[in-house]
């Protein structure tokens, strides 16, 4: 079972997207330089024949990169040598790496598709923990004629890192701006939607609207604008603007406790929207 496409951004510069179903993937991206290369995300780990799909892109070393430590972008990180994700996140991996729960955010992620399931399970990437390097703010992965700079982008996990290639004009979101067309704060874990609101405003003042994002669901950037649609979805939230907010759907299981209230609102003038804890805005 063949389940990743690639895109071909630039000579260097590839998306790899891992099928889960038609409707969702898990993308990561290849950034080759002249010595190494780097791959940020790697799924879920549902082949071990990721590895092997990257070493027929480029045959230099490969680091790995991780944005945040959710299953769906640390799954497969244990099939590389060197790893770096923020210690912040660590609290993340045991349940993120346990396989029952990689498993069943599969099943559920798929519309429960019984065959991939049966493959992951025999399939899948073992990587019930791994040893990773802490990302700082400012760190630069210098590739030879690629550099990758880290950027703190904290709401969806409290180290949530973006990795920016400033000179090529793009950078490697996950799901820290948004996942698809919206922000996930929903769970315990995330931060305020006041907190997340100023991390990525600090992050449009430092890459502008001409740099190209690319999320960690998708093989398009987001489009042009996106940022600031969503930071007026935030101030909206803020000015109490929400009565025509509804109750927000999770991706995989449903989370409950009495410190969420997840609702998600619809900006006004744009497709995107915010899903958010009602119970967490400041």
């Not at 590895?51 to 972008?73: A, F, N, Q, S, Y």
């Not at 990587?127 to 630069?140: A, M, R, T, Y």
Request: charged letters at 20%; glycine letters at 10%.
């Amino acid at each position: 079972m063949n389940i990743f496409e690639t895109k071909k951004i630039y000579d260097n510069f590839y998306l790899i997207a891992e099928r889960i179903s038609p409707k969702m993937i898990c993308s990561m991206g290849l950034i080759i330089g002249d010595k190494k290369a780097a791959i940020v995300d790697t799924g879920f780990g549902v082949t071990g024949a990721l590895r092997k799909h990257v070493e027929t892109l480029t045959d230099k070393p490969v680091i790995c990169l991780l944005t945040h430590g959710d299953p769906d972008h640390a799954g497969g990180a244990a099939l590389f040598d060197t790893i770096y994700m923020s210690v912040l996140d660590g609290e993340l991996l045991p349940n993120a790496l346990n396989a029952d729960k990689r498993i069943s955010d599969v099943y559920l992620g798929s519309h429960r598709n019984q065959e991939l399931v049966e493959y992951m399970k025999t399939h899948m990437v073992s990587n019930e923990s791994f040893q990773h390097q802490d990302i700082h703010e400012g760190d630069l992965f210098d590739l030879g004629g690629v550099k990758l700079e880290a950027f703190p982008l904290p709401g969806h996990s409290k180290g949530s890192f973006c990795f920016l290639n400033r000179k090529g004009g793009y950078a490697l979101t996950g799901d820290s701006v948004a996942a698809i067309s919206y922000p996930m704060l929903l769970l315990p874990r995330c931060t305020s939607l006041v907190a997340y609101a100023k991390a990525l405003q600090n992050f449009y003042d430092a890459t502008g609207e001409k740099m190209f994002l690319y999320s960690g669901h998708l093989l398009d950037p987001f489009p042009h604008g996106f940022i600031p649609d969503v930071l007026r979805g935030c101030e909206e939230i803020f000015a109490g603007d929400t009565e025509n907010d509804r109750p927000a759907t999770f991706p995989f299981e449903k989370v409950i406790g009495e410190g969420l209230k997840p609702m998600e609102h619809f900006i006004s003038g744009s497709q995107a929207s915010v899903r958010y804890n009602a119970k967490r805005i400041y």
